[in-house]
Every structure is written in C-alpha cells, then in structure tokens.
C-alpha cells in the first residue's frame, strides 16, 4: 500500500530533461568542456593500449629529447621516457583521483547536508556547526597537513581530498532539503509511513540532483588541481608512479634543460580542470530556472 | 549595531573552539601522535619517549591537554619548534609580514582591476567583451598557480631577466625599489586567479542589480551614466561583494602558500612547507590555526562592513 | 493654444509584435491626461518610450516636447531632459527607492545632477520639498532609509524628488496602486496639489477609472497597444462610445447600484489581440461585425472627444 503510494508520489516529481539538455548544448564552452573530457578519459583508460611507450621505459640515450624527435610526439624527459606515454598514465591516475574524490565529497557532503537538515534539531545545530568549523580552514593547509602523515596512495589521496571539500555540498544539500521539507509530496510520503532513509533516498535525492550536480563538476575540477598541487611538493602521488602534478616536481630545473618538459603537464592539468569548469557552468545556466529562454 | 557587533563575534568565538577542537584532534589522530618524530628515531629508547612525553604534558588525559594546549594558543604560547627549539610563536610571527605583503597587494590590485572587469562584462552583457572576459576569467581559475608560477618564473626571470626567480629582497638588503621587483612577479601571479574570481562575482553581483527598480528610477533622474553606474549600482553590489570576500578568504590564504613555495617568498606559507619536510608538528599546528583564525575573523570583519553599508542586515539578524 | 507635448504615431516593439503600436495624443500645459486601460495595453511602456527609458525596443514616430522631438535628441540632451523637464514616478516605491542610499540624499542628487548646485543647498532644497510634499519631522526623515519609511512616505519622496527640478511634465506610472486605500486619496491629492502650484502637465496612467474621475481633465483609453478612446474626463463618463470604455465603465460597481447588482464583464482576454488585422477589440466586442475587419482609425467625433470605431458614427 504503502509502496503504491510512494510510487504515485514520485510520479508528481518536476521532470522536464530534455527541455534541461537542450539549454545545456547550446552552451558551446560546455560541450567543448564534455568533448575534451571525454578525449582525455579515453587517453586515460586506454592508455595500456594507446600509449607508444612503457611510461617507465627508461632510454637514457634519449635523455630530454624536444617534441617531434626521436619519433617521440611530446620528447623524452630527464630519463628518456617518453612523455606522451607518461601524460596518459598519469592522467589515468589524475582523474582517477579528481572523480574518485569528488565521489567521496558527494557521499559526505550528502549524507551530513541531509541529515542534518531531514532530523533537525541539536543533529542539524551541530552537523552544521561543524561543517562552519571545516569551512574555516584553507583546504591546502588541511590538506597538506594530513597527507604529511599519511602514506600516500591513489585512494588514500583521493579520501584526504575528499575529507577537506565535502562541505559545500552539504551547504548545498542542507538548504535544498530543508526547502523541500515543507513540500507537499514529502508530507504524504510521511503519512503513507515511508521510513526516513527510503524518504530521503527516494524522494529527496532526485529533487535536489541540479545543484548538486553542477557542485560536482566543479568539485572534481577542484581535486584535480588539488591533487596535482600535493604531488608536485612530493606529498601525493609518488615516483615512479606518474601523476601530472608530480611529473612538474623538478620542473624548476627542468626548466632550465627542457622547458616542454615543464609545459605539457602543466597544460594537461589546465586543460582537465578547464573542462569540468566549462561543463559546471552549462549545466549551471542549463539548470537554473531564473534563465529566460 | 552593538548588539549585531556582540552577536557576530559571539558567532565566531564559537567557530574558533570549534577550530580549535578540530586542530587537537588532527594533532592527535595523526599516526604516532606528536611523538611520531621521536618513535621512528631508532636511537630514542622507550624511557627517553616517556620522558619526553610528561615533558610535553602528553601523558595526562586529553581533555586536560586540549584546555591546556588552547590555553596556551590564545596566551601566546605555542611551544617549541622540533627543530632548533625556537618558540614557535616567534618563528610564525616573523614570518607574517611577509605574507601580509603578499597577500594584501594582490588581494588590492586583484579587487581594482576584477571589478572593474566585472562591471563592464555585466554593462556590455552577451557582448563579445562579456564573453571574451567570462571565458577568460574560466581559463584563469583552471590554471594551477604553482604551474603558472612556474612558468612566470622561467619566463619573466631566466629568460627575459626582467625580474628576479625569487626572494623577497636582495641579498644583504635591497631599497625600496629593490623590495619592488621582487614583490611584482608573485604578486601578479597570485592575483591572476583573483582577478578571476572577482570578475566573475562582480559581473554575477551587477547583473542582479542592472534589472531592479532603483536602477530605472536613477535613470529616469537624468543622472550621469557614472553616478548610475557606481553610486546607484555597485553601491548595492557592495554587499555582497564584501560577503564573497569573506568567503574567499580560505582560498586567498591557500594560493599564498601556493606562491610562497614557488617563488620562495618568506612567508608563512613557504614556513608550513618547510615544516613539513621536518614534521615539525608545532610550527605546522601554529600555522594551521593561524589561518583559520585569519579566516574567521576576515568573515567577522567582513559581516560588520556589510552592515555598516546595509543597515537592513542587522534587523534581520539582531 | 501650443501643445506642451504632441505625441505621434509613436510605436515599440520588442521583438515582433509591437506593444506600443501607432500612439497619438497631445498635453497642454498645465494640463491633467489620464491614461487607462487593462495590465499589458501598453500604457507604461509608452510613457517609458517618452523618457526613452526602454531598454533594447525599436521605437518609431515622434513625440515633440515644446521644439525638440524627444526620439530624436541624442543620449547627452536626454539625459537631461530627464528630471530636469520630464519626471517620472513609478508604482512600487519600495523598490523604486535605492534601499542602501538615505532618502534626502536621493532627492538632492537629481538637484545636484541638474541643477549644478552645491551638496549644501541641495540638501536644503530637499528639506523643503519635504516639508511641501507634506512628510512629518523631515529634518529627521532626510536621514532615513527606505525600509524604514511607510509606502505611503516613500511615494512621497519621490514626488518631491520628481519635482526638485520643477519639471514641466511628470509621468505617474501607477502611483497608488502599491499603496494602501486611504494612502492612495492622499498621494492622488498630492499630486494634485503639487502640479497646479508648478503649473505642471501631468500623465497619470492607470488601471483603476475611479483614480481618473476626480484627478484629470481628458483620459485616453488604450487597448492593445492602441488608443481607442480620448475625451474630456466628464464627458468620457457621462458618454463613452467605444464598445470598450463602455465595458470598463460598466464593470466599475456604482454607489448607487443594488447588492447584488451583477458587475458586467469584458468576455475573453487581450492575449493575441495584435495577431490578426482589423479592429483589436473585435474578439471580444458586443457590436463586431463584417467592417470591423479592418482598423478603424482614431477619429474625431464630436469637439475633442476621438474614437476608433466604426459603429460609433
């Protein structure tokens, strides 16, 4: 009975996709954002298949090769790798850690953001407080300061990450939810006796998806640089393992040897970060519902 | 107002133990605790460890450790460095100004030149300066600051010579002028993505503004366009602006470290860096808490001038 | 007698459809014109287009205040034209009003503007003008904030500062409709008050004919974008003779009517009145038929009164 009822209700939801997507595809810069994004995930994942090179094959005879040398696209770095090889590799480890991280802001943030907002009372008053408190200290710091301590790994990486961003979306999630609170549909879930946790998953989460989605996107843009920045003081990704952040470690010599060698991750990281950027503002526009058509 | 005034900073004194608690807690959840520095030294026997540790105080029950470490946060004392024994308060207060420096000229320039950016993509909306700038301002935020550092460094230093790597001065003292060169390189790098931002915020503040009545009825004075445009319009930006400065403060204090390291500026940023490589746990809690406190109160300073300029804001929040 | 403002063919449109579409009226000095007509006829925007203060509309025909045709002054002239000759106050005085600016400051920057006095004066000027649109305590209230005054005093500063510069025309956009019943007899005498002493034209447009009856001397009846009917106010009442006026006029509940009088009603909305050719009303006129296919124009059908209708011949 109870299930029927939730079923109908859910059936009153706002919905109106395709009227969303087509707002969002007129943004060019966004669609540009979700080609290049989709470029480089595809370098990414297939890179095992792709790559010309080992992204450890040493050549010490090719030591610091400029691009189109050697027959090496990008050149070789301090140890005759190949760069373009390494690029891939390490965006698969780059946007691994963005995604994965933004992945785990989502869960947190959701997960304080709504119940604090859904239960109420001294748990809202101190969820919230405590996510004022974390908003005080500058990420990098926070940051920095865990991941000294910590042996770093793609997912502990991703975890620390994770653990200092989640509270905007909480921010954002909390106040959505406690706008729905007094909705209707909510209400007849209540008294059909749903219980909270079915209430918020299945009712709450879907209405509250536009904001949050577009917190997303510019989450993982957010991570990406994060990640890069730790890796390249040495705190993050280790060596040998490649990441685009620590491919920049020497670059301050490098520069003075090879300067492309200091260029291409730094583009790539631009790049990745620009994209999900680009692709959070259309949805952005595509979503909101103050936009006149 | 002083009931406003006494309210925020009752706010944020409950924010700062908040901030204090979480320090501790990080302090002590790290692996190892404080001592990890001594535990992985092979030669340090287990009596030395105890000695050290009631030394410290660390051997009395956490909560007695968290008031008296608090305690000693808000008096000044912040212990010792690890490394050379020196009080960590006087490490990071030396290292202030030069953050200050840092941060406040290109948090200055950054203000000047973003707003005013902002104000002429939101007048010339949909324009091709409107997308021109907006785009622009997209690409900024994407760029790592460290890479963009970089580059600036390679660029503007090694290659044109026009300003030197690093530093803050010249070896054995430089003059005004010498103080100068060194400051315009980070300067500029660290307010490129401050540029970014407050165009962006601005242009978003203005658009809101441009549409309402008050706009119309300045028009309909006869009023000239500038008076319009910054006495009538960015009067009733103000207000959030300064709220979003606020705001931005984490991020600002985050992207001065971020220069610190690359162009080894002696701030407090390339400090924290540096205490990292030594986990020199006391100088690293100091500056930790340092810029959360900077955090809080800029949003407290920051929440007194919106009232002062919107003196609808302290009726609605008493 | 020379017009004050003569006002021509004047047309606007946003995009296809014009929302404004072949306006003609003239004002004499010192004259009271009623504008009035349902919400969307196009009432406020013509008296926008007056001020050019349209914003991305194609605007044609011309409107000649004294010599000068206001469409063709260039930004500078205009700029001051604006609350130096032509003031315009509008409906909601709480956000007419800048929230973050004190309410004398807002009266004496108009003076300041285009006066070209000193900050001193203009604030002493403002206190007088304060004092004659009749706000209590105003040395005080100079230094308020809008939220911190009543409607009713908000609309009232901005009457004072649409007359600081004893303009020559003032353009009411609604001013009472935001207010409260006893408030609006108050601002409506107010302006009353404030026009006959300057000796200044006024354009009230309105929805409501009971602000009309006792304030102007003539009223055009607009609809669709289009004036159907113009008329001294008396005469307007006692006789009107476009289908529409006579249904605007029959829905107004009279004093003297029964409780449970039925209101007669309009059928049918304006919604796609421009869409076909011929008369606008005709979807919804009692007395439509075969010529009303094609626009009847604005004729002249007895001294001063002009209709656009063919049955009212």
């Known amino acids: ?90 965006g698969r480890i780059s946007l691994s850690v963005g995604i994965s991280a933004m992945l785990v802001t989502l869960v947190v943030g959701f997960l304080v953001g709504a119940f604090a907002a859904y239960l109420g009372g001294w748990v809202d008053t101190i969820l919230m407080r405590l996510t004022d408190v974390m908003l005080c200290f500058p990420s990098v710091f926070l940051l920095l300061f865990v991941a000294a301590f910590v042996t770093p790994s793609l997912a502990s990486i991703a975890l620390m990450i994770g653990l200092t961003c989640w509270m905007e979306i909480a921010r954002i999630v909390h106040a959505q939810i406690l706008a729905l609170k007094s909705a209707d549909f909510i209400a007849a879930a209540r008294m059909a006796g749903a219980p909270a946790w079915r209430i918020v998953l299945r009712q709450i989460l879907p209405n509250t998806l536009a904001p949050i989605l577009v917190a997303a996107t510019l989450n993982t843009a957010n991570a990406i640089l994060l990640e890069s920045y730790i890796s390249f003081l040495g705190y993050g990704i280790q060596p040998p393992e490649a990441s685009w952040g620590n491919m920049l470690t020497n670059a301050q010599s490098d520069f003075q040897v090879d300067p492309w060698l200091a260029v291409f991750p730094g583009l790539a990281i631009t790049l990745a970060v620009a994209s999900f950027n680009f692709i959070g503002d259309g949805l952005r526009d595509a979503l909101d519902p103050r936009v006149r058509d | 107002m002083t009931r406003y005034v006494l309210n925020r900073l009752g706010q944020s004194l ?155 001065a010249s070896t054995g003292g430089g003059g005004f002028a010498d103080r100068l060169r060194h400051l315009v390189l980070p300067m500029l790098v660290l307010a490129f993505v401050l540029v970014a931002q407050w165009s962006r915020y601005t242009r978003s503040a203005m658009l809101d503004i441009l549409d309402q009545d ?105 | 007698m020379a017009s004050l403002l003569d006002v021509r063919n004047l047309s606007v449109s ?58 063709r002054l260039d930004d500078g002239a205009m700029r001051r034209v604006r609350g130096s000759e032509i003031a315009m106050i509008f409906q909601d005085p709480g956000t007419a009003l800048h929230p973050l600016i004190r309410v004398g400051e807002q009266v004496a920057d108009v003076m300041r503007a285009q006066l070209g006095i000193s900050a001193a004066e203009a604030r002493a000027r403002a206190l007088e003008l304060f004092r004659k649109v009749g706000i209590a305590a105003p040395e005080q209230r100079l230094r308020a904030y809008p939220h911190e005054l009543s409607g009713g005093m908000c609309q009232r500063v901005m009457i004072a500062a649409a007359i600081a510069c004893s303009p020559r025309l003032l353009l009411a956009d609604e001013p009472t409709t935001a207010l409260d019943v006893t408030v609006q007899a108050q601002i409506l005498e107010l302006i009353r008050e404030v026009s006959s002493e300057a000796g200044m034209s006024v354009i009230l447009i309105t929805h409501d004919l009971g602000v009309v009856a006792g ?12 004036i159907v009917e113009t008329a001294a106010t008396d005469r307007l009442f006692a006789q009107p003779m476009h289908p529409y006026s006579r249904g605007l006029l029959g829905a107004v509940p009279k004093l003297d009517g029964g409780w449970d009088e039925e209101l007669t009603t309009i059928p049918g909305t304006v919604q796609g009145a421009a869409l076909q050719g011929g008369c606008r009303f005709a ?12 626009d009847p124009p604005l004729e002249e059908i007895a001294e001063g009164h002009f209709v656009a209708c063919w049955k009212a011949r």
């Open chain 3, 14 to 71: 946003f995009g296809r459809n014009p929302a404004v579409d072949g306006v003609s009226f003239t004002l004499a000095e010192r004259e009271t014109l009623g504008l009035v007509g349902e919400s969307g006829c196009g009432k406020s925007t013509t008296a926008l287009a007056l001020m050019r203060l349209t914003h991305h509309a194609r605007i044609e025909g011309e409107a000649r205040f004294g010599e000068r045709d206001l469409m």
């Open chain 3, 215 to 226: 304030m102007t001397d003539r009223v055009a009846v607009m609809y669709a974008g289009r």
């Open chain 2, 214 to 318: 008050f706009m119309r009825t300045a028009r309909a004075k006869g009023l000239s366009p500038a008076r319009i445009l910054v006495g009538y319009g960015l009067r009733a930006a103000l207000v959030p602006l300064v709220t979003l400065a606020g705001l931005q403060l984490p991020l600002l204090v985050g992207g001065a470290l971020v220069t610190e390291t690359v162009f080894s500026w002696p701030g407090m940023g390339l400090l924290f860096v540096n205490a990292l490589g030594t986990r020199d746990y006391p100088v690293l809690m100091a500056i930790l808490m340092v810029g959360a406190v900077v955090v809080v109160l800029g949003n407290l300073l920051a929440d007194v001038v919106a009232a002062l300029i919107d003196p609808r804001i302290k009726l609605a929040h008493g």
């Open chain 1, 1 to 90: 009975m109870a299930d029927v009822l939730l079923a109908e209700i859910a059936a009153v939801a706002p919905s109106g996709r395709a009227h969303v997507l087509r707002r969002f595809l007129r943004h060019r810069l966004a669609v540009l954002g979700l080609i290049v994004v989709a470029i480089l995930g595809c370098a990414a994942a297939g890179a095992p298949w792709l790559a010309p090179y080992e992204p450890d094959e040493v050549a010490i005879t090719q030591r610091y090769s400029p691009p189109f040398s050697e027959g090496r696209f990008l050149g070789a770095d301090d140890l005759g790798r190949d760069v373009l090889s390494r690029l891939m590799y390490a």
């Open chain 3, 283 to 294: 979807p919804r006129c009692p007395l439509a038929g075969d010529m009303c296919r094609r």
């Open chain 2, 14 to 168: 409950l924010l700062l133990v908040g901030v204090s608690i979480i320090g501790f807690a990080l302090m002590h959840l790290a692996p190892g605790g404080p001592l990890a520095v001594y535990t992985l030294n092979p030669t340090v026997t287990a009596l030395d460890i105890e000695r050290v540790k009631h030394q410290f105080g660390l051997d009395q029950p956490v909560y007695v450790q968290y008031f008296k470490w608090a305690g000693g946060l808000a008096t000044g004392n912040w212990g010792y460095s690890f490394f050379g024994g020196r009080p960590v308060a006087s490490i990071v207060i030396e290292r202030f100004p030069a953050t200050l420096e840092l941060m406040g000229s290109s948090l200055a320039l950054a203000l000047i030149i973003g707003v005013a950016i902002g104000i002429v993509a939101a007048v010339r909306r949909n324009s091709w300066i409107d997308y021109a700038t907006t785009t622009a301002a997209m690409l900024s935020l994407s760029l790592p600051t460290f890479w963009f550092g970089l580059l600036a460094i390679y660029l503007f230093a090694q290659t044109l010579g026009w300003f030197p790597a690093g530093g803050i």
